[in-house]
């Protein structure tokens, strides 16, 4: 069963005057519970596609159907509220608002999903915490955590809505080898109790754990097969 559909999406920007495609004409489809990665060069399109499939921007041209609806038909509040409720993003780098405890982060979604939590999600909040192996950094500022403890809070805050997908820009870029390796099994953890997982990522390892995966390169997306995982990487 279909999760989430995209057809011909286009974005075009407009630099000094001139035309330019970071998005051409990409067709792509996820099944409930599916893991897809996205491998390319920077500049490839990889961030701007992601950006239009989690809500973030909007297509110049075609459509994103998530879970039966036309997010980018909706209005802006109902459309929020469908992203809070269905998608799970972690931004590439640094995420965490500075002034908010670790806790306070991991809770931020859940107090922009219009009363659809009867509580203030502490009890939930602690044990993702605690899954993501960081719940004695409950009240700690992420000024004083490491990359690596930052990415597992940030982790922790795109599931606290039990959302279907977990979309990922680069969460092992700028992590040391041992960090960045719990962070690909805190992720393989979140994928195999059910959550769909889609990854951009310049680590072939990471793109590995995915049932799929795609490469992206001047704005388009092709398959690749498991074998040509560099070369697709650095083609």
Not at 38 to 56: C, D, E, H, Q, V
Not at 57 to 62: F, L, Q, T, V, W
Not at 89 to 116: E, H, M
Request: hydrophobic share 45%.
């Amino acid at each position: 069963m279909t999760l989430l559909s995209a057809a011909k999406l286009r974005r075009e920007y407009i630099r000094g005057g001139k035309s330019f495609v970071a998005v051409d004409n990409v067709s792509f489809a996820m099944e409930y519970g599916e893991s897809v990665s996205i491998i390319g060069r920077s500049g490839s399109g990889k961030t701007t596609f992601i950006s239009m499939l989690a809500g973030l921007i909007a297509p110049s041209d075609g459509e994103i159907v998530f879970d039966g609806q036309n997010i980018f038909a909706l209005d802006d509040a109902t459309a929020s509220r469908l992203r809070n409720e269905i998608i799970g993003y972690i931004p590439q780098g640094a995420s965490l608002l500075p002034a908010l405890t670790a806790l306070d982060n991991v809770r931020l979604p859940l107090y922009l999903a219009d009363g659809k939590y009867p509580d203030d999600g502490e009890a939930r909040a602690l044990e993702l915490l605690g899954l993501m192996g960081v719940a004695h950094l409950r009240d700690v500022y992420s000024s004083d955590m490491s990359g690596g403890e930052m990415r597992r809070v940030a982790i922790a805050r795109a599931l606290i809505a039990a959302p279907k997908i977990l979309i990922a820009d680069e969460p092992t870029s700028d992590l040391d080898e041992e960090s960045a390796a719990g962070v690909m099994r805190l992720l393989t953890t979140v994928h195999r109790q059910g959550t769909a997982l889609l990854l951009v990522t310049h680590d072939v390892e990471l793109a590995a754990i995915a049932s799929r995966v795609f490469t992206m390169a001047s704005g388009r997306l092709s398959p690749t097969l498991r074998e040509n995982l560099v070369t697709g990487l650095h083609s």
